[in-house]
């Protein structure tokens, strides 16, 4: 009897936890898809300023106004910094996008019925992990220092062949033509995607992210729903009333899990008793470091910028979580 009750309450869990951020993760998936569609990112260059902390904090005020999860925002920031963009304001908004952006923000204070709170703590805390790292990063001026020889560049929109700064390569050759390429012969504008061809190749992006990201989705919620039904009562209350427990635990929990930050707010929700602090670690570190973004960190970065981007998040996660929590006394 008691078997069949965890498992109503497993089953409960997990259907609650899902159908509450399905409509943020399509939220933010299509909207994701339009800004890699038609936001042209080699302007970007010309508006950013050069100055190390102004790149930065320019970097920061680029996520702020991006709608997008940190799955997706690794190649865009390598993308940006092999076309010229400072890499202060790169490495920043990577960091900071998706969690200050108006969907995750709104996704957060749903999740904690209104309350502002985490949502205000939780931007604070990865504002600072991107300033400090975005900081270091803009004092590297040679790309070649933050970005692995091997990286990969990720397929445009538009679907023509590009080189390493995402420029477009030259056009193909016509054989028999007097123009020395298919370029000389058509306007430039024959090869541009129309408006129907970027609104298209924004759903495909939109349709990939949430199919990818709905997986992790489901998998988190079973994670956390589990932890709820079959976890020992002690081992629950013991972590609920020791920080020194509770926030490392709930770190260690948001790397494995990998939630997309448009969704990962309902999962710490569901624990409701644990206290406010921990939960915050759990929100403020898991957009940063979890186990996804290490792979796409060593297949893009060199190794310097890895161990930068794996250790200083962290530490400033778990120092202010302990700080945060030692203040309010670890309240739920």
Avoid at 249 to 261: H, I, K, N, P, Q
Avoid at 304 to 330: D, E, F, H, K, Y
């Amino acid at each position: 009897m008691n078997a069949l009750h965890n498992l109503d309450l497993f089953a409960q869990a997990t259907l609650s936890i899902v159908l509450e951020a399905i409509p943020f993760l399509l939220l933010g998936s299509v909207a994701s898809g339009l800004v890699e569609a038609f936001v042209q990112k080699d302007r970007l260059e010309r508006l950013l300023p050069k100055g190390r902390l102004a790149s930065t904090l320019a970097g920061l005020g680029i996520g702020a106004l991006t709608p997008c999860c940190e799955c997706g925002v690794v190649y865009l920031a390598r993308r940006l910094i092999g076309k010229g963009v400072p890499p202060g304001a790169a490495v920043a908004f990577m960091l900071a996008a998706p969690v200050i952006n108006p969907v995750s923000i709104l996704a957060t204070l749903v999740a904690f019925r209104g309350d502002p709170t985490m949502a205000l703590w939780r931007c604070a805390l990865v504002i600072v992990a991107g300033l400090v790292v975005g900081y270091w990063a803009g004092g590297n001026k040679a790309s070649a220092l933050l970005l692995s020889v091997a990286a990969p560049v990720p397929a445009c929109g538009c679907g023509q062949d590009h080189g390493l700064d995402h420029s477009h390569v030259a056009a193909p050759t016509v054989p028999g033509s007097p123009f020395g390429s298919l370029a000389d012969a058509v306007p430039l504008a024959a090869f541009l995607p129309s408006p129907g061809q970027k609104i298209a190749s924004a759903m495909h992006h939109a349709m990939a992210d949430f199919l990818d990201m709905a997986k992790v989705l489901i998998l988190g919620s079973m994670v956390a729903a589990a932890f709820k039904a079959y976890v020992p009562v002690t081992v629950v209350m013991a972590m609920e009333n020791d920080l020194a427990l509770a926030i490392p635990g709930m770190m260690g929990l948001a790397v494995v899990l990998s939630l997309c930050s448009q969704a990962d707010a309902f999962v710490a929700a569901s624990f409701s008793t644990f206290p406010q602090a921990a939960k915050l670690a759990f929100l403020a570190l898991g957009p940063m470091l979890d186990l996804k973004l290490m792979l796409m960190w060593r297949q893009v970065f060199a190794p310097r910028l890895v161990a930068i981007l794996t250790v200083v998040p962290a530490a400033i996660v778990l120092v202010a979580c302990i700080i945060l929590g030692v203040m309010t006394g670890a309240a739920p």
